[in-house]
T-cell receptor, first 110, second 111 residues
Framework: QKEVEQNSGPLSVPEGAIASLNCTYS??????FFWYRQYSGKSPELIMF????GDKEDGRFTAQLNKASQYVSLLIRDSQPSDSATYLC??????????FGAGTRLTVKP | DTGVSQNPRHKITKRGQNVTFRCDPI?????LYWYRQTLGQGPEFLTY????????KSRLLSDRFSAERPKGSFSTLEIQRTEQGDSAMYLC?????????FGDGTRLSIL
């Protein structure tokens, strides 16, 4: 079992729709959870981070964490073509190295 | 805040040669990380520094890989006797701690 699992996609949504990206992790000791966006050929860019159970909203993005289920999700409202990218889920046990999923490729169609 | 800077952006070398990459973290960040990323995969942790101390190394980091951060500022990652399998994007990130911020990476191609 991989430490961080994501559906590789591709996930395709129409412009203006909600995109839902999911991630599960195996280490129950994980403390911090991150979503990064990565455009093709570019480096990962931090989108959201969440430490506590529940929802955290930032503009069009909402991160959701359920530690009991070892599940993290990212919702993107009013999806735009510029949101088309690979979204990486990362978890951190003790603020040192992060473990990344392989990423979900999102395509937003105009 | 000028962001994390990595040099060179691209490196092409012949198998068996040594290569060295440099990372300059965000100035107030005391933690620096190296990752490797191959196509279709997420970044894979290699090693981590807090100030000048190398605190953790991945089991995946063979003896051909070495990293330094001599004054707690910039860091170098050296790969000796490069192999085809070393072809990847090498990413550097820094934090203070908190969320890690990545540089643009160095893409290594082995001929």
């Amino acid at each position: 079992q991989k430490e961080v699992e994501q559906n590789s996609g591709p996930l395709s949504v129409p412009e203006g729709a909600i995109a839902s990206l999911n991630c599960t992790y195996s280490d129950r000791g994980s403390q911090s959870f991150f979503w990064y966006r990565q455009y093709s050929g570019k480096s990962p860019e931090l989108i959201m981070f969440i430490y506590s159970n529940g929802d955290k909203e930032d503009g069009r993005f909402t991160a959701q964490l359920n530690k009991a289920s070892q599940y993290v999700s990212l919702l993107i409202r009013d999806s735009q073509p510029s949101d088309s990218a690979t979204y990486l889920c990362a978890v951190n046990r003790d603020n040192n190295d992060m473990r990344f999923g392989a990423g979900t490729r999102l395509t937003v169609k105009p | 805040d000028t962001g994390v800077s990595q040099n060179p952006r691209h490196k092409i070398t012949k198998r068996g040669q040594n290569v060295t990459f440099r990372c300059d973290p965000i100035s107030e960040h005391n933690r620096l990380y190296w990752y490797r990323q191959t196509l279709g995969q997420g970044p894979e942790f290699l090693t981590y520094f807090q100030n000048e101390a190398q605190l953790e190394k991945s089991r995946l980091l063979s003896d051909r890989f070495s990293a330094e951060r001599p004054k707690g500022s910039f860091s170098t990652l050296e790969i000796q006797r490069t192999e085809q399998g070393d072809s990847a994007m090498y990413l550097c990130a820094s934090s203070s701690p908190g969320p890690q911020h990545f540089g643009d990476g160095t893409r290594l191609s082995i001929l």
